[in-house]
């Protein structure tokens, strides 16, 4: 069955194309991107006032699943992925059982193949059971389908299990995701560590935790020669330390979250759990210097961390409550909002950093437009004003601090694989 | 009279400078019923005020229960250990059960800070917060004005420094907002490692250097060291925190004005902090302290429950 996009304009950051074209789409793949193109055979999908873009690719969601199936599946998460332009999505290991061995990969990509919605790419655990003490079989763990390894929500905290685990991952061929906190500055913080938490009376999250810990991965990438991203980078000094690692040629990249460049500490003033994230919300300086990263480049791509938490989880004091912040409806957004509406990016380098530059991050042979490429599409209207309702989530949970905010611009279809797996009435 | 229209009493961070007064007014005219032989008035008669204290707690908590007793209130007296959070009840349907036995005022104290704004914003009786985390504890830093003023007559102008652990101490932070809102000049004294990042934000005056904080100050208020706070290796003994920051006898001759009035909201861990003859002797105000928290609470009670009653009728 052919499918064509007509009258769009096209947006491919890789050809660096940007023009007004139809694209031709028949058995999941690209066959034509040209003008006026003509098929009567097909069905016909109008993108007239709309950007066609490449799948939207996250390299940093809680999928949840399995374990935590209260909170999200891979079903409902595959529909709020594609609800907010998603094709492509890759999922944190820390499930219960952690994804640190070969069985829970399969049992992952079996369920998605059920879902049948988007890509979905696993990231094994660093080390097993996340316990920061043992290697994952990482040579399985990509053999059976996983795209990087992280222990995402700690750090490695033994500097030499880090140390060995960049150099296996360099043989492996796969980069390491790191979660950068040094946990004994960390421990028992709830919130930034500044003027407002002073005022609140919570125990801060100092940055230095996050910079610490930032140094001293860059120091081993640049010992190991391995491949290290740097998962949700969230104030001014760690832009700063991966600036200078970039300019001495160390191979790191990494990535930033909508929150974290949308909302400061402030958020927190009205002891909202909906804004209690790890790391936290930090201050209007250090949101500066991420939009300064993401401009310059230093910042490589935009990842949502997709976090889902049950509303009976979240509904307790601020100190109980867990980490984290529901992002893949939201992103594409904010991204339109707060960087293209605010000029610190074109509308075609935001989606370069929400699909070719995060494919590339990873090494996934995704987020370009070209003939013969999987044809995974998002029609985006950058234009439409919309406010972010509760009761309109697709995810299973509702843990946004955006909810009642009015945001611009949002997909209009989503498409994997040539298959229309989004499309609003 | 300016009008009390607040259901609830969450902090003084949020209250302007008239509504404090009349707080202060407001127990000044109620501190004379607890002199009577007979201490007990009708005003809050019929009204049903539960104390929820999941903190252990001697002065506050009597004190709430007093001041409730003698404006005639009937008051339920809830400790965690009895209640259904030990079940695993969350929190809030805790508190939704209790709203349901139609009270009308509910005292609470938490070691989380935030607890009070949280429930007071889907609650329907009046929330009074008796203390949360290391956030507030507005009655204890109204019944500390409320003894500066009645001692010193006013409170513009006057130098308050507040010495000790400030990081942890709600007592600090109630007391930094209420008194530089009446216009006083408020010295916040610790070591560094328990003074908050960026306290200088505060709208104080910061010093790690005891001679500093007590030089030229009218009022010291000396707070509580946690013994706990010297294991988490905040500072390195007792010895030495009483050295540097215990406020003796001769470090008043040496350092503060003559007539300098000392205050405690205890409890007091005798020759730490403070020494036995400053906490007994003539410049100290502690006990007074005590007998004015009565008053006070009096007072925060019968305005949110005036405001409380307004508010139905306006609904009616």
Redesign the interface.
């Known amino acids: 069955m052919a499918l064509l996009i007509k009258n769009g304009r096209v947006i491919d950051p890789k050809s660096k194309r940007d023009e007004e074209a139809d694209i031709l789409i028949e058995n999941g793949k690209i066959v034509r991107i040209a003008a006026n193109i003509t098929n009567n055979a097909a069905e016909i999908l109008d993108a007239k006032n709309k950007i066609v873009v490449p799948g939207l690719v996250d390299i940093h969601a809680h999928f949840r699943e399995p374990g935590y199936e209260y909170k999200e599946t891979i079903l409902s998460a595959s529909h709020a992925a594609a609800a907010g332009g998603y094709t492509s999505v890759c999922c944190m290991p820390n499930t219960n059982p952690v994804i640190d061995n070969q069985g829970v990969v399969e049992f992952i990509l079996s369920e998605n193949k059920k879902a049948g919605l988007i890509n979905l790419f696993p990231i094994g655990s660093i080390t097993k059971s996340l316990e920061g003490k043992e290697l994952s079989e990482l040579g399985d763990l990509k053999d059976s389908g996983c795209v990087a390894f992280s222990d995402d929500g700690h750090s490695v905290m033994n500097a030499e299990i880090m140390r060995r685990a960049l150099e296996y991952s360099l043989m492996v061929g796969l980069p390491i995701i790191s979660h950068c906190e040094e946990m004994s500055l960390a421990a028992g913080g709830v919130m930034n ?3 407002i ?8 999250i ?1 940055s230095v935790a996050e910079t610490v810990m930032v140094a001293r991965d860059i120091q081993l990438a640049r010992y190991t020669g391995a491949r290290l991203h740097i998962a949700h980078v969230s104030c001014r000094e760690s832009v700063e330390l991966i600036r200078t690692a970039k300019a001495n040629k160390v191979a790191v990249t990494c990535e930033c979250c909508p929150h974290h460049f949308t909302l400061s500490d402030e958020a927190v003033l ?2 909202d759990t909906n804004t209690k994230v790890n790391p936290p919300l930090r201050t209007k300086d250090d949101i500066n210097a991420l939009l300064e990263g993401v401009k310059d480049g230093t910042i490589d791509c935009i990842a949502t961390d997709h976090a889902p938490h049950a509303e ?1 989880e979240k ?6 409550a867990p980490f984290g912040i529901i992002g893949l409806e939201t992103a594409l957004a904010l991204g339109i909002t707060e960087l293209v509406e605010k000029n610190i990016l074109t509308i075609n380098e935001l989606i370069e950093k929400m699909s070719y530059s995060p494919a590339r991050v990873l090494g996934l042979d995704n987020g370009y437009l070209e003939q013969n490429a999987s044809a995974d599409i998002t029609i985006i209207d950058t234009k439409r004003k919309w406010i972010v309702k509760k009761d309109n989530f697709l995810s299973k949970s509702r843990n946004s601090p955006f909810i009642g905010m009015q945001l611009t611009g949002c997909a209009v279809a989503t498409i994997v694989k040539g298959r229309i797996i989004f499309k609003p009435q | 009279m300016e009008e009390w229209t607040r259901k609830d009493l969450l902090g003084l ?1 949020e209250l302007d400078s008239k509504e404090i007064e009349l707080i202060l007014q407001t127990a000044a005219s109620f501190k004379e019923i607890s002199t009577r032989a007979v201490k007990k008035v009708p005003t809050l008669r019929g009204k049903t005020i539960v104390l929820f204290f999941f903190e252990p707690s001697t002065r506050t908590r009597s004190s709430f229960e007093l001041a409730a007793k003698r404006l005639s209130a009937d008051t339920l007296s809830i400790a965690t250990s009895s209640s259904a959070i030990q079940k695993g009840e ?3 349907d805790t508190f939704k059960n209790i709203e349901a036995m139609q009270v009308d005022c509910i005292i609470i104290r ?6 009070a ?2 429930l007071a914003k889907c609650m329907g009786p009046s929330i009074i917060n008796a203390g ?5 504890h507005p009655t204890q830093a109204l019944l500390d004005i409320f003894t500066i003023k009645e001692k010193k007559g006013h409170i513009k102008g006057l130098n308050v420094s507040i010495i000790g652990d400030i990081s942890h101490s ?1 007592v600090a ?1 109630s007391n930094i907002w209420g008194l530089t809102k009446l216009g006083a000049n408020v010295t916040v004294c610790g070591p560094k490692t328990l003074l ?4 200088e ?2 709208p104080v005056k910061v010093t790690t250097d005891l001679a500093e904080g007590m030089k030229g100050a009218d009022v010291i208020n000396v707070l509580r060291i946690q013994k706990e706070r010297q294991k988490a290796g905040l500072f390195p003994s007792l010895r030495e925190y009483a050295m540097r920051f215990g406020v003796t006898t001769e470090k008043l001759k040496n350092y503060a004005k003559e007539d300098v009035m000392i205050m405690h909201p205890g409890p007091m861990n005798r020759g730490i902090e403070i020494t036995p003859d400053v906490a007994d002797g003539k410049y100290s105000v502690i006990l007074e302290q005590v007998t004015n928290g009565i008053a006070v609470r009096m007072a925060v009670l019968y305005l949110v429950l005036q405001a409380g009653d307004d508010e139905q009728q306006e609904q009616q």
Do not use: N
């Not at chain 1, 938490?197 to 801060?204: D, E, M, P, R």
């Not at chain 2, 908050?196 to 306290?199: A, E, T, V, W």
């Open positions: 560590e500044g003027y938490s002073a005022v609140l009376g919570l125990k801060g100092p009205d002891y009976a509904d307790v004091v601020f100190d109980q | 961070q969350t929190l809030k938490h070691s989380s800070s935030g607890v704004h949280v949360d985390g290391c956030h507030e709600r932070r908050p990042k960026d306290i934000k505060m």
